[in-house]
């Protein structure tokens, strides 16, 4: 997110009726201190009527997924699932093994380039005792298209397996320490000990312009090892993914006073 402001600065110019003390006939340009400038109104002038109001510009940023480390143990979660109106807790997949937290919206290309194949991926796995959920904590001021009756649409037209949450506060991806989409967090736990980070990093190789097929190789290859109880054998890569969190909540507030 990128915040620009435009400013410009002025000159002023001393009148004539100074006194005869200037030598040279023409004006002087004097550059008075920053606090000492009067202050000018341009509110009149036929120039300002036509300018158009400044608006606060919210841009998506590419940025690598990382923060919270290996062992961090999941936060307590209680989100609704707009498909079909149920508030879903941690605690609803106390009796899977493994669970894996994405971190998703409807509008990322990112996200696009692998919906199909998350919705297979997590379906093979979840008839093996995966746990899945999926998470949009977006703005809907800077994406509308993110908004809650967008997700059920979502989810349908894609068939998702798992539950589709909406975390408007976002406190939930603060939690998690999640800043991107997509985002994958694979949890396992032993037992009746929590459920504990074990992966976090890409989905695959591939990326929307870089023409790698689509595998879920990494994220399988992890979950494979998570339900066996082996250890990970391979090194955890952090996807370059696009930053989706809303801006503080005085810019937004700037962002629609200014539409």
Request: net charge positive; hydrophobic share 40%; with cysteine.
């Amino acid at each position: 997110m990128f915040l620009a402001v435009a400013g410009a600065r002025a000159s002023y110019l001393l009148p004539s009726a100074f006194p005869a003390a200037v030598s040279s006939p023409r004006p002087r340009l004097l550059a008075l201190p920053r606090r000492c400038r009067p202050y000018v109104s341009h509110a009149s002038s036929p120039a300002a009527s036509r300018r158009r109001p400044r608006r606060l510009l919210v841009r998506a940023a590419r940025t690598e997924s990382t923060g919270v480390a290996v062992g961090f143990r999941a936060p307590h979660f209680e989100l609704p699932e707009p498909l079909t109106g149920k508030l879903w807790t941690l605690d609803d997949f106390d009796g899977n093994p493994a669970l894996l937290v994405m971190f998703i919206c409807n509008h990322c290309p990112f996200v696009k380039h692998l919906k199909k194949d998350i919705a297979k991926l997590t379906s093979f796995y979840m008839e093996k005792g995966l746990g899945v959920v999926a998470i949009s904590s977006n703005s809907i001021v800077t994406h509308p298209q993110d908004g809650p009756e967008q997700m059920a649409e979502e989810a349908k037209l894609f068939k998702y397996p798992f539950p589709y949450l909406y975390d408007e506060s976002q406190e939930v991806a603060k939690a998690f320490g999640a800043v991107c989409t997509p985002e994958f967090l694979l949890f396992k736990k032993e037992g009746r000990r929590p459920f504990e980070l074990f992966y976090h990093g890409q989905f695959d190789d591939s990326r929307p312009s870089n023409n790698v097929p689509v595998t879920g190789r990494d994220l399988s290859r992890a979950i494979d090892c998570a339900l066996s109880g082996q250890e990970l054998t391979f090194v955890q890569k952090p996807s370059w993914m696009q930053h989706q969190m809303a801006p503080m909540k005085e810019l937004i507030a700037l962002s629609v006073g200014n539409k």
